[in-house]
Structures are given as structure tokens and as C-alpha cells.
């Protein structure tokens, strides 16, 4: 990626980026997936080229999916959208929760948190060890 002039994110270590003078692309590395975004096709179609230079790799068009998140496009519109329903649906599948109902908030809406003297004296009485390890 050096040789291509790539800068590698600081915050994650699979992601570098190059700068043109309007444009840009960034890749990103997941094993032996790479995905590629820029702002010009004809630079990512040039970059493409330099790395099947270097890498034997197939060129799998525009991307569907990744790390489990569907990418959904509309391009009349600008509109790139990631959605993690089918990997929800999966969590929802192996807890057994799938036909739970859904609820727009976790906790009941007249739910009071419990004041802060109040946990004060619990912790006098000893009863707070016992409702912390709960």
C-alpha cells in the first residue's frame, strides 16, 4: 500500500486512503477481502488495474455485503445506507427471540431509577453487596 502512496488510518490498522487532487479512494482490508470507495470511478477502475498488477484478485463488482452489514444504494438519489437487520434477525435466532414482540423502549415508561440516598442506604445495611451481585 506504501508503494501506491496509500496513508494508513490511525485508528484502524485495515483501512489506508490516498488523496488526488479533487478525489480520493479508501480501502479496506478484512482478511482476503478488500473494499474499495472513492469519489471518481475512473481513479478506483486505475486502481483496481495497479493492484491486480500485484495481487492475483477477482473483481466481484459492486458490493452487497460486508462484515455482515447489507449495503444498500440508491444511486439516483446520493443515498448509500447499511442495514443489520439479517445479522440482528441471527442473534435474535440463536437466544430463541425471534417471535418476541418488539418494543420502542427496554424498560416500562413510569420506570424511576432508584435515588441515589436511597443505594446509600442500602450499602449501610449490608443489602447492597447482596443486590450488586445480582
Known amino acids: 500500500m506504501q508503494k501506491e502512496r ?17 478525489t480520493y479512494i479508501i480501502l479496506l482490508l478484512y482478511v482476503d477481502d478488500i473494499l ?25 463488482g459492486p458490493t452487497k455485503k460486508i462484515l455482515g452489514m447489507q449495503i444498500i444504494r440508491d ?3 446520493w443515498i448509500l445506507q447499511l442495514s443489520q437487520a439479517e445479522y440482528i434477525n441471527c442473534v435474535l435466532q ?3 427471540m425471534s417471535n418476541a414482540k418488539p418494543v420502542s ?7 424511576a431509577y432508584p435515588r441515589v440516598s436511597h443505594l446509600r442506604q442500602r450499602k449501610k445495611e449490608g443489602s447492597w453487596l447482596r443486590f450488586h451481585r445480582l
Open 6 to 22: 496509500f496513508q494508513k488510518y490511525n485508528v484502524n490498522n485495515c483501512c489506508f486512503f490516498k488523496r488526488y487532487k479533487s
Open 36 to 60: 474499495v470507495v472513492g469519489s471518481d470511478m475512473d481513479e478506483i477502475q486505475n486502481m483496481k488495474i495497479q493492484l491486480s498488477k500485484e495481487f492475483d484478485m477477482k473483481d466481484l
Open 75 to 77: 444511486n439516483q438519489n
Open 94 to 96: 440463536i437466544f430463541h
Open 105 to 111: 423502549t427496554p424498560l416500562v415508561s413510569h420506570f
